[in-house]
């Protein structure tokens, strides 16, 4: 049975991005990715737990595909993880969600740079998406290299296009 990828896409304003949603285009109608705007799917913020639940079960790869806000997800990939991860089904409760992955991809505004012990951020990626990864520690999930695309508004169409075809292979690779 082929790897199947669940992308939760959390993205506020899709609309108005163009970076995620021009990686979301690249991704979109991949065999074994279903692509899940959590926004689209839920616009009064209400999240029908059981089938997000669902759908976590039914996928292999969890991707988090999100803008970095504030040196962490947007504010309703937060509410999925504590509504949607509860104690009894993503963690304490023994190999439900091991042998899945968690994968994230995320952009930010800063250049590369800037993130470091020497730049404006003051620390790595690496070091800031650490609750993420102790986050999958914790329910038993393999935590992949982070695919980080930074300096979101000076990125080149050029760019941005070898960007998502990063992402889309990146995706195949899990297939």
Same mark, same amino acid.
């Given at each position: 049975m082929p790897t199947r990828t669940l992308v939760l896409l959390a993205h506020p304003a899709l609309h108005r991005s163009r970076i995620n949603a021009a990686l979301a285009g690249e991704v979109r109608g991949l065999d074994h990715v279903t692509l899940h705007d959590i926004h689209e799917a839920y616009p009064d913020r209400v999240i029908d737990v059981a089938a997000e639940q669902r759908l976590v079960r039914e996928h292999d790869v969890i991707v988090f595909q999100f803008p970095f806000h504030w040196y962490s997800v947007p504010g309703f990939l937060k509410q999925w993880l504590d509504e949607v991860m509860l104690r009894d089904f993503a963690y304490d409760t023994g190999p439900l969600l091991e042998g899945k992955t968690l994968q994230l991809v995320t952009s930010t505004g800063g250049v590369e740079d800037a993130y470091g012990p020497d730049g404006f951020h003051r620390f790595t990626m690496a070091e800031l998406l650490r609750p993420l990864e102790q986050t999958a520690h914790r329910m038993g999930l +393999? #935590?992949?290299?982070?695919?980080? %695309? &930074?300096?979101?508004?000076?990125?080149?169409? !050029? !760019?941005?296009?070898? &960007? +998502?075809?990063? #992402?889309? !292979? %990146? %995706?195949l690779g899990y297939a």
């Open positions: +393999a #935590y992949a290299d982070p695919l980080v %695309l &930074h300096d979101a508004r000076g990125t080149s169409d !050029e !760019e941005l296009a070898l &960007h +998502a075809k990063r #992402y889309r !292979e %990146l %995706l």
